[in-house]
């Protein structure tokens, strides 16, 4: 038997809602899908950009950022999407942001400054900056869960 936390009611095992009451008991897995693709598509827009750039075989320190990049975003975006939402997916997603956003906005600079072409990537990480602030509750709430 679940006891519900709200009324003391004694539910059925298994049970996802206080009968008695309607208290939610089980914890449905909050998966943040849109963070994670975001965060994916992020770091292999930066794995392809250090692959592919000729500008960037100059500056060695930018393509590691931009490699460094790539695995925090795509470990962090998997841990998001797949519901493993804790504070080391959050942390490792806070360091793929900005490393991103630091070296792919760096590199934009140069890449004007040079008349070369670089990519706006930098506007990818500004996105998921902003969802990361925006659900900032649902991730506390899964964190605490």
């Known amino acids: 038997m679940t006891k519900c936390p709200r009324c003391g009611y004694d539910n059925p095992e298994g049970a996802k809602y206080c009968i008695n009451c309607g208290y939610k008991l089980a914890r449905d897995e909050e998966r943040l899908e849109g963070l994670g693709l975001l965060l994916i598509a992020s770091g292999v827009y930066l794995l392809l950009a250090a692959l592919f ?72 990480f500004l996105i998921a900056l902003v969802k990361l602030a925006a659900d900032r509750r649902r991730i506390a709430s899964t964190i605490k869960g």
């Open 53 to 124: 750039e000729p500008l960037l075989r100059y500056f060695p320190a930018v393509v590691l950022a931009y490699l460094i990049t790539f695995v925090l975003g795509v470990v962090s975006g998997y841990m998001f999407y797949s519901g493993r939402v804790s504070w080391a997916s959050l942390a490792v997603g806070v360091a793929a942001i900005a490393i991103g956003l630091v070296s792919s906005g760096w590199a934009f600079m140069v890449g004007l400054a040079l008349k070369g072409i670089f990519g706006p990537g930098w506007v990818l």
